[in-house]
């Protein structure tokens, strides 16, 4: 089906899968991360080697300014080791946990790659808008 | 220093993977301590505690419980809207249809209790998935029979064996004799919450109990190289 342009200047291809935004030439395919996988990914790369699991959560509540599920960052982090973009090691314990080891994370090449393309697709979605969006309503 | 509430960290260990029980455990005692107490006092970590391990738990079974509560309230919703004289849109009525809701909630808190301790390694976090697991159940039954007693009712009371049950129960003493229909009716609602929680609570224990045994003796076969 051929795509057609409405007055946005957004094509609209109802027979994809996917969302293809002709002036950009930019396909978003369905697998991108999500944002709070980016948030996650991202407190990694800046936590470098003190990456685990309570700064994280703590690195990410502070970028998003809001309460975070410990619950969500752990399942997250799983999830990411399980797609191959992170890596885990275990470390020492300290005695305010009791001794219990911390796992510390790392993103790995194919992480940084999913940060990149994450990142360029967000910003071909935006270019040409003002900031802040104005709408009719 | 100062501890989580010591029923939470059980239900934290029983509830984490025997891969992530150390660290994740170890990570909000960490936070438990160093940030949450000294910030805002050691009740109010407490129930920051307890929210975290009930995320967990929502997390980890969500998936399972989700549907079943939709299908109940979907079954019990076509049930109101059904002719006042009975008849219904060709669902099954009578004894097996009524057994139906009590199967499903059997059935689903010992698969729940089998995939806990499968997925933890531990009989303890079958346990822990099938208690939760018939807690939400009965909440879910209180709250969805309080919001639709005013529907059930008018259903009800046109409906000859819900009349003879009132007059039964009046005449034998098991209500008051002025007691009005509306009022009999609430009462044994609740009456039948209270049976339905009970019942929960022991199928949580048989079934949690044997579903969970059989979840540890999965995992330990799903071990072997």
Redesign the interface.
Known sequence: MAPTTSSSGFCRCDDHAFLEICDYNVVIVADILGSFEQAVLLAIVRLDDGA???AI??EVEMRLERDV????V??TL?RLERKGLVRSR?GS??P???G????FYTVLAEGLRALNDARKTHESVWRGFPRPLKGRG | ?PNPPQAAELILRALLPAD?R??????????Y???RVPSAGQFRADLWYW??VG??W??AYWWLVAPVVLLLAFFDTLNYVSSPLGASFGLPTGLPFAVQPPLVAVGLVASAAAYGSWRTRRWQGGFVAALGVSAILWSFAVVWSNATFYPFALRAQSDPQWIAAWHWSTEHGHAPRSDTFLNWLYWDNVGSLIIAGLVLLVTSFVCGGVGAILGEVMSHRRRRP
């Open positions: 685990y699991g309570r959560l703590n599920a410990a619950g969500a752990q399942a799983e275990l314990g300290t305010i946990r009791d219990r080891p911390r796992r | 220093m992530a150390e660290c994740v455990s170890g990570d909000l005692l960490e936070e301590r160093e940030a929210r975290q995320g967990i929502l997390r």
